[in-house]
Each structure stands twice: as C-alpha cells, then as structure tokens.
C-alpha cells in the first residue's frame, strides 16, 4: 500500500514522487541551457519546451492530499488586468493607448492558442476577474458618492449573481459522445447506435459498425432489396460522419472539438470564454450567459455614468464628460467603464451572431465548413450563413432551439436529416 502523500509532496509529470523543497534540482535542462547561453552556443531543438514543462509542472501549492498544480495561465489577468487599469487612470493619452492595446493583445493570444491546438484558462481568468474588478471599483469608487439608491446595487448584484449561476450552468457536459452508448436505440428506431469498442479497433471497423447498426433492421425487414439499399446508403453515411479520433459514428449535426478532443451533440464552437464547447446540451445556457452579462454590463455602465457625470446623456457622457481626470477615483470610474463598454461590445456581437445563427438553424461550424466547401450562402452583409440544410423557418428553427436536449429536439434533428 502506498504512503499517502504530505502536504508538499506531490507526483510530477515523470510519475515519481517529489517535494516542493526540491522544485529547483534536477534541473539538467535548465543547466544545460544556461551553459549553452554563457557559451554563446545554440540549443538543443525541444529544450525550451522541456524546460517549460517542468517549471509548470513544479508550480504547485501545498495542499491537504498533496501539493496541487497551478495554471500558470491563471495568473496574468489577476496581476496585469488592475495594474493596466490603474495606469490609464492616471492621464488620457495612457487610457487610450492603453485601451486600445488591450483587446489586440487579447486577440493575438487567442490566435496564439489556436494556432497551436491548446486549451488555456487565460481567458476564462480573465472574464471572472473582470467582472470581480469591476464590481469592486464599482462598490468602493461609485456607490460612497451617494447618489445610488440601495435598490440599484441590489439589481445590479443579482444580475451578477445570476450571471454567476448561468456560466455554470454553460460549463457543464456540452454534450460529449463517448465509444459505447448503451442507453442508445439502433439507428432504425430514430436513434445513433454507437459501435462497440472491439469492432473499431478493428482494421475494417467502419465497416463493421455500419453494417452491425444496420443488420438490427434487418430482423424486421426481410426484403433483400430493401436491405441492399439500406446496407450502401448506411455505409455512405458511416464514412462521412465517421470520426477516426474517437472512433465513432457521429450523430446528425455533431463535430469533433481538436481542443477537448473529443466529439460534441451538435456542435456549435468551442468558446475560450468558458473553456468549454458549446453544443447541444449547454447552447442555451451559454445564450443566457451572454444576455445576462449585456444586460448587467449596460445597467452597470448607465449607474457609473450617472454617478460621475451628473445631468449628462449616456452616450454623451461616454465620450465627453468634463472634469473626470480632474480627481482619481472619477477617472478611475471612466476607465472602468470604457473598458466594460469594449468588452461588452465584444459580447454583444458575439451574441448578434449568435442569435442570427439559431435564426437560421446554422451552427459556428456548419456555417464555416459551409464557406469552406462552397455550398452556403451569405446574408445580411455576410454575417450569417445559410447552408440551407436544417432552416425551416423563424419559429420552427427557435422551437427546436429552445427544446435542445430532450428526446424531442434529437427525434426532429434526424427526422430533417
């Protein structure tokens, strides 16, 4: 029986046991690196990712059960997001540099991330942190001027903590396909017969799949002809909705995530801001968490504005408010609020988008593989495509919408197949 772990000891990435007084030897990369830069001489190719992985490997907490890792990626926007907004405060020349350089170096590690296939908490960090920040200056810079009545810090607070409840609810099981379904009908009753793991393991597993999720038909249909055609029509489906990753036949509208890597019921995108895909199962809550955050963001940048420029227009006060860096916490407040006006316009479009989409039965990744294959077309200004495959119209496209999930939405999504 193995020693149960003390609280600073831990299982490094090697699967030995080690101990965070130890974190800086056995360093063999590290040195070999620092001689080589002495020395003026290159590096080994992969070293600097070696060394990388062991330093995030190594910075853990000491916990109950054992020392537990921390997310190096959790930490820039706990440190970088206040720091940023205290120093544009200070004149504003340095909030529009600085509010301008914010979102592009957001984007540029999006792309970054992207690019390289990998999953990262930076932005969901970011996200909780700035409605935290946020929410903070607001109770220690806005409320003590007085001229908010109690009534409106308590609608403002419930929108966050609705806020709160929806974005866990949105970071729930999406709808992950697994290998072996038992629960599932065969596929001629109206369900996806997922194929036992023994027979895609096999060489001709595709084959085989197909052919064991159409042979259970075949008990109740002894026509020949009828069988050949369902035989060749199920074996051009298999290949086309035939995942070599997981190994699986996939659903109707289902799409296989390279960054969870696995396959997901009726995939729309996989979102950074939760770090989770959207899909059949969490694609109304993650609509709700988008409208929450507008709602609660505008009502909060409204409170703000009215606070610090009194008698002024929102809109007005947003671009022209006199006196604001006139004292510290004023302009604290305006960079706090132009700062939630970009971020919320960022999330409205995304939800503009959103709402376009289910307008018009679409997912993110129907209408990119769409535009990639040549067969949709766009609308309103190219921000929606329509790939004319699942859109039956305004009402019938938000009802089924609206039903994701149970027995019904799955049933109407194969029957329009």
């Not at 330093?55 to 959790?74: C, E, M, Q």
């Not at 799409?255 to 019921?265: E, Q, S």
């Not at 996989?270 to 507008?294: D, K, M, P, Y």
Request: positive net charge; charged residues 20%; hydrophobic residues 40%.
């Amino acid at each position: 029986m193995e020693e149960p772990l003390c609280c600073c000891e831990y299982i490094d990435r090697r699967g030995e046991k080690n101990h965070l007084v130890a974190c800086c030897c056995d360093c063999e990369d590290l040195d070999e690196g620092c001689e080589r830069w002495l020395t003026c001489r290159s590096l080994p190719p992969g070293t600097l990712e070696r060394i990388a992985d062991t330093i995030l490997d190594r910075f853990r907490i000491p916990w109950l059960k054992g020392a537990i890792k921390i997310n190096i990626s959790l930490l820039p926007p706990l440190v970088l997001l206040p720091v940023f907004l205290h120093v544009a405060a200070l004149h504003f020349l340095l909030a529009l540099v600085i509010l301008t350089s914010l979102p592009v170096v957001v984007l540029w590690y999006y792309y970054l991330t992207h690019r390289r296939k990998g999953r990262t908490l930076f932005f969901l960090s970011l996200g909780l942190f700035s409605l935290g920040y946020m929410y903070y200056v607001f109770l220690r810079e806005v409320v003590p001027r007085g001229h908010l009545g109690q009534t409106q810090v308590v609608i403002l607070t419930c929108g966050l903590i609705l806020l709160l409840v929806a974005l866990s609810q949105a970071k729930r099981d999406p709808g992950y396909l697994t290998s072996q379904m038992s629960n599932d009908k065969s596929p001629c009753q109206g369900s996806n017969d997922l194929p036992n793991r023994k027979i895609l393991g096999s060489s001709n597993g595709l084959h085989g799949a197909a052919v064991s999720g159409i042979a259970s038909c075949h008990a109740k249909n002894s026509d020949a002809k009828g069988y050949s055609r369902m035989l060749a029509e199920g074996l051009d489906r298999a290949k086309e909705d035939w995942c070599t990753k997981c190994q699986l036949i996939r659903p109707p509208r289902a799409g296989h995530c390279r960054l969870c890597g696995i396959c997901v019921r009726r995939l729309d995108h996989h979102c950074v801001w939760i770090n989770s895909c959207v899909g059949e199962w969490n694609h109304r809550a993650f609509i709700l968490v988008l409208s929450l955050f507008l709602l609660t963001s505008i009502y909060g940048i409204t409170l703000t504005l009215d606070t610090i420029c009194r008698g002024q227009n929102m809109f007005i006060a947003l671009f022209y408010c006199p006196g604001t860096y006139a004292d510290y916490s004023s302009a604290l407040s305006f960079t706090c609020v132009w700062y939630c006006a970009i971020v919320t316009a960022g999330m409205g479009y995304i939800l503009l988008i959103q709402l376009l989409n289910i307008s018009y039965n679409v997912t993110e990744r129907e209408a990119r593989l769409a535009l990639r294959e040549d067969t949709g077309r766009r609308l309103l200004g190219g921000i929606v495509v329509d790939t004319g495959k699942y859109n039956q119209g305004f009402l019938y496209n938000w009802g089924q919408f609206l039903t994701l999930g149970s027995p019904t939405s799955q049933h109407s999504a194969e029957d329009i197949v």
